[in-house]
């Protein structure tokens, strides 16, 4: 039990707290060792033995780790009182009818100090979060919708839009996933998971001439800066018009021909960051119809062996035409080309959505 009078602050129990600290603007805080299997509910109340308020909760951490709960509102006086629940019997602590823990485990949706987003429908699919848990069904379904829209020049692109299950009013960042040549945006579906795990968008499109999306085989040439970049540009304009993107957060993932667009977005400033697995130099200056390169925030990618080591060659040029943040990897013992370096290096992905979590 803490008393708390103003900005005094008096310890009066055994707690083992390592921190205990009063904000004027921050509120109140409090540090005590974390467990492995018990989570922590920080209440509040007016008097030492009415502190039945929920006002802060924190999942399990592993042993020696130290937890922080803070309570952001100001109160003249409060009592506070940290409880230890067992994640074997977790409670339901601002009663809306879904335990803590598993609140706890959806950050993105539910809160265990909010009753309020039991009835809310976080996934889309008209069954609210609170039935869904009571049915044992997820009710962070990723949703999944074919999209179309047109071109510039009037080319209908197909699409897959995914997106993650959150609150309501939540403003997404997105990544656009282009795959290369002679292939289709399903070329990206083994991996846009990793992306939406992350809480983004995706949005795989078909490149004209591919897949689902309209016009020609041959009127995708791929060093036509009147062609396929326009696919990009409609794929983007087509993003920015939802209310549910932050428009100046979007990235561009894509693989060679992909990549090489990936590039051309760089260099007209149309995202704030892209990736770029199996580029070509010569591509991305034609693409863009520019023959000096300017790009900024890119990540280029590359096997060792690919296009008898061209393709590392080039990635590493195009590291040199990049304004930080800058990476590149050339993945050795490989001569994969595109999205198959995932399967010669299964670290690859996560590192893609740790450099989006750095600058995007
Ligand atoms: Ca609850
Ligand atoms: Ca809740
Ligand atoms: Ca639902």
Redesign the pocket.
Request: overall charge negative; aromatic content about 0%; proline content about 6%.
């Given at each position: 039990m803490i008393g708390m009078a103003a900005s005094t602050v008096t310890k009066a129990s055994e707690l083992p707290v390592s921190l205990l600290e009063f904000h004027p603007e921050e509120g109140f805080s409090i540090e005590v060792p974390g467990r492995p299997e018990s989570y922590l509910v920080l209440m509040r109340g007016d008097a030492p033995h009415l502190t039945d308020t929920p006002v802060a909760a924190k999942l399990p951490t592993p042993e020696g780790t130290t937890v922080r709960l803070r309570d952001p509102q100001i109160y003249a006086r409060s009592f506070y009182t940290v409880h230890q629940f067992s994640i074997l019997n977790p409670t339901d602590s601002d009663g809306d009818g879904i335990d803590d823990l598993f609140e706890l485990r959806h950050p993105l949706l539910l809160d265990p100090i909010n009753p309020n987003d039991a009835l809310?429908?976080?996934?889309?699919?008209?069954?609210?979060?609170l039935?869904?848990y009571s049915a044992g069904?997820n009710?962070?379904?990723v949703r999944q919708a074919t999209v179309s829209f047109a071109t510039s020049d009037r080319i209908r692109i197909q699409g897959t839009l995914r997106i993650p299950?959150a609150r309501a009013g939540t403003t997404f960042p997105a990544v656009v996933l282009i795959h290369q040549g002679f292939n289709s945006r399903s070329e990206w579906a083994p991996y846009d998971d990793a992306f939406n795990d992350a809480s983004y968008v995706t949005l795989a499109y078909d490149i004209r001439g591919h897949g689902g999306s309209g016009g020609t085989f041959s009127s995708a040439d791929f060093d036509n800066p009147n062609t396929t970049p326009k696919d990009l540009q409609a794929t983007l304009a087509f993003l920015k018009l939802r209310n549910d993107i932050d428009p100046t957060r979007i990235a561009i993932v894509g693989a060679s021909i992909g990549g090489n667009l990936a590039c051309v977005a760089s260099q007209k400033l149309w995202v704030k960051t892209a990736v770029n697995l199996s580029g070509k130099t010569s591509a991305v200056r034609n693409l863009a119809a520019e023959p000096n390169l300017d790009l900024v925030s890119m990540f280029h990618i590359a096997a060792a062996g690919d296009g008898g080591g061209m393709r590392a060659v080039w990635a590493n040029e195009l590291l040199g035409f990049t304004t930080a943040p800058r990476l590149v990897e050339v993945v050795a013992n490989s001569s994969a080309h595109g999205v198959a370096i995932f399967n010669s290096d299964p670290t690859l992905l996560q590192r893609i959505v740790d450099w989006l979590g750095e600058t995007l």
């Open positions: 809310e429908d976080a996934d889309g699919d008209l069954q609210t979060n039935a869904e069904s009710p962070a379904e299950a």
